[in-house]
């Protein structure tokens, strides 16, 4: 089974310094899509790309947040000068939209993010 | 601010007892999605149901869609200790709209 995977599972990390999360999609899906969840919260689109293209950013998405996908298939999703308010699990899915019967989104495991 | 926000926040049922699960939604969309997600783990997709349907079902879950009262409800039907977990509901308004908007989730308790 080739699902959504999402590297690391978990990271520690200390306040102002930098991370980056892996997400591989599904092999053939063109969209991949970043979200945050925090406790007892339902996740918070950050921004998807349609191939390489990134589409749409959040405004949750600061100047500290970057995300890639440079040739289309994988992509990262780097925080600079980590804050405590960063501490949130990080959702990657990917979906094969825009074709009409394709929206369904399928999630990875997400990336458990601790900012002591 | 969430899109979605689902009623009740918590739910705690006996096995074999029904579980409904409700969503409103603010704006008009396209679909509406059904998650489910264990503590601590990625969400599961449920169920889509289109803006133009009204009812699905799948296995032991039904889902329906009022556009006109922009809400949506989940019923799982002979629930399982294994059903417990939080059920999320996700609103998109196109297929070219990209992003899914999420509420906050109704924790479900089956207690065998």
């Not at chain 1, 959504?4 to 310094?17: A, L, N, Y």
């Not at chain 2, 009022?66 to 399982?80: F, M, N």
């Not at chain 2, 509901?89 to 989730?105: E, L």
Request: hydrophobic share 30%; with cysteine; charged share 25%.
């Amino acid at each position: 089974d080739t699902g959504v995977s999402q590297d690391p599972r978990h990271k520690i990390t200390k306040r102002g310094q930098n991370v980056t999360f892996r997400c591989d999609p599904i092999s053939e899906h063109n969209r991949l899509y970043w979200y945050r969840q925090t406790l007892g919260q339902g996740p918070e689109f950050l921004t998807y790309f349609q191939n390489e293209a990134q589409l749409e950013k959040s405004r949750l998405l600061s100047d500290r947040f970057s995300a890639e996908r440079p040739k289309g298939s994988f992509s990262t999703l780097e925080i600079q000068r980590t804050e405590q308010g960063d501490s949130a699990m990080y959702l990657c899915a990917s979906s094969l939209a825009p074709l009409a019967d394709q929206e369904t989104q399928y999630f990875g495991p997400g990336t458990r993010l601790l900012v002591l | 601010s969430q899109q979605g926000e689902e009623d009740p926040q918590a739910l705690s049922i006996q096995e074999g007892e029904n579980a409904t699960m409700n969503c409103s939604y603010k704006t008009s969309i396209n679909n509406l999605q059904w998650y489910r997600q264990n503590s601590g783990r990625g969400l599961v997709h449920l169920i889509l149901i289109r803006s133009n349907e009204r009812e699905k079902h799948s296995g032991r879950l039904r889902v329906t869609l009022d556009t006109s009262k922009k809400s949506s409800s989940l019923l799982i039907t002979a629930s399982r200790a294994a059903d417990t977990a939080s059920y999320f509901c996700a609103t998109s308004k196109g297929t070219n709209a990209g992003k899914s908007t999420f509420g906050d989730g109704t924790t479900l308790t089956v207690k065998p």
